[in-house]
């Protein structure tokens, strides 16, 4: 059983910069989860810089504890896990990177080890799914985010950037829109919500959010993906740049980091067989917040995992006492 390593008598502030300080561990054995960096912002069109987004998140993650209260329930009673330090990538080449980091994600899905990946920009997410649909066929996404990123092609024409890669996997048959839910976006043009809905997904925009309220806009949620193999992506734009300031393309009229918590606890007991945060961009916060904040959503993330492990596991145990 792996787990963070660190004890009453050892200051938070030291040891190696893993992720709440698990054990540093290149391993498929014996592990539910696998902690990775994803360290690649090539896919950018606006600020560079959230290639060093994962070093900040392991920074700021030494003080989360394992408890989560709202869940009631400590993640590592039922998850055993490592960080595996930092995916291999090729800076300035995102097709290449795009096909060396779906290699190494395959074998975590096929030995069933579900990676929690800290980015780097979101157009990292496409190999991910595609490593995802290895094992699971077409999976559903859900997708809390400022943007759509549905675009045909960015500038130039270039059809592979962070405003591209939601088209590219329903394109690829790697995602079904049918099954699948954004939620979020506040910076599009009606042109582009048309064409976002075209595509199949199911889209929450900010707006409609605030009219319909959170209770509601979980029912969605689980009403859409039901009990389907579903992979998480979570864009720290999602929250209010008062909340995440370090991000490349920061939109006004967000969510608060509590509504962000709620969101996730309420989703507790889908069937998720991956994850990632994106888009953190720690040059252009010197607080650390928008860190702060997406090392928190990963602590929810390893939550979920836990839920679910405990929902079967008693489920199991009923059904041997029938």
């Known amino acids: 059983m792996y787990k963070p390593e660190i004890t009453r008598n050892m200051p938070i502030f030291t040891g190696i910069r893993t992720f709440m300080h698990l054990p540093y561990l290149k391993t498929m054995d014996g592990i539910d989860f696998v902690i990775v960096g994803h360290p690649f912002d090539t896919g950018v069109t606006y600020a560079s810089g959230t290639r060093f987004g994962p070093e900040a998140i392991r920074s700021r993650s030494a003080r989360i504890h394992s408890y ?21 990538t090729v800076p300035g080449f995102i097709e290449e990177s795009y096909q060396i980091v779906e290699e190494q994600l395959i074998p975590y899905f096929q030995n069933g ?131 995440a300031p370090g991000t490349g393309t920061p939109e006004v009229g967000g969510f608060t980091m509590c509504e962000a918590l709620m969101l996730l606890r309420g989703i507790a007991g889908c069937n998720f067989i991956g994850f990632d945060i994106v888009e953190v961009l720690p040059d252009r916060d010197p607080t650390g917040v ?17 839920f679910l492990k405990k929902t079967k596991h008693s489920s199991s145990l009923k059904k041997e006492m029938v």
Do not use: C
């Open 68 to 88: 989560n209260p709202a869940l009631d329930l400590d993640v590592f009673d039922y998850l055993s896990g490592v960080d595996s330090g930092d995916l291999r």
């Open 113 to 243: 080890i579900v990676p929690i990946i800290l980015g780097g920009d979101h157009s990292i997410t496409l190999p991910h799914l595609r490593a995802a649909a290895k094992k699971f066929g077409k999976i559903q996404l859900l997708h809390f985010d400022a943007h759509s990123d549905t675009w045909d092609t960015s500038f130039g024409g270039k059809k592979y950037t962070h405003a591209t890669m939601f088209r590219r996997a329903v394109e690829e048959k790697i995602v079904d829109p049918k099954k699948s839910i954004q939620i979020g976006m506040r910076q599009y043009s009606k042109k582009d919500l048309i064409e976002q809905r075209d595509l199949g997904y199911e889209v929450i925009t900010a707006l409609e959010f605030r009219e319909m309220g959170i209770k509601e806009v979980i029912r969605k949620i689980k009403s859409r993906i039901g009990n389907n193999p579903t992979f998480l992506t979570f864009d720290i734009d999602f929250l209010d740049p008062a909340f």
């Open 290 to 306: 928008t860190a702060l904040n997406a090392a928190h959503i990963a602590f929810e993330f390893l939550s979920l995992l836990a």
